[in-house]
């Protein structure tokens, strides 16, 4: 059975290609909800930290995915990200970690995690797959 109204809504729509540029609402979107992705400076021992802070959803995932690129093509021999800033998440920041996990030699998810980031590790069963550290130091160790 076909609804005319599913075929009309997408009949005009055209698909975000990867690789894009973010537009404009992406941008505005991470600036006022006071989403960022920094980087702690390197101690020499090869590890990059990516400290999160704000809220993570489909508008503010551009930084994010820029950093993990910029992670991939430099010499890092690991990589920790520090979630405890994350005020909230939803399954794009799920697939960005567990991607960042298959691509990055020691990739590790630093916490404390905050409680609504991991529930939605357990209820994925990326909390099995990912490895996760009680904080930033931990994991350097790990």
């Known amino acids: ?24 609402a992406s941008w505005l979107a991470g600036t006022l909800s006071g989403t960022g992705v920094s ?5 020499g ?3 990059r930290v990516l400290v999160l802070a ?3 959803d489909r508008g503010t995932l551009v930084t994010l995915r820029r950093a993990l ?7 890092a021999k690991q990589t920790i990200i520090d979630v405890s800033g994350v005020v909230h998440a939803d399954s794009g920041l799920l697939r960005l ?3 960042a996990h298959h691509q990055l030699p020691r990739f ?14 357990e209820l994925s069963g990326a909390a099995g797959i990912l490895r996760i550290a009680p904080d930033v130091e931990a994991a350097r160790g790990a």
């Open 1 to 24: 059975m076909r609804f005319p109204f599913r075929s009309r809504k997408t009949r005009g729509t055209r698909r975000l290609r990867s690789g894009r540029r973010p537009t404009y």
């Open 39 to 43: 980087s702690s400076p390197d101690r």
């Open 45 to 47: 021992d090869g590890t």
């Open 54 to 56: 704000g809220e993570f």
């Open 69 to 75: 690129a910029e992670n991939k093509a430099g010499p």
């Open 97 to 99: 970690l567990v991607q």
């Open 108 to 121: 590790t998810v630093a916490g404390p995690l905050p409680p609504q980031l991991r529930r939605l590790l």
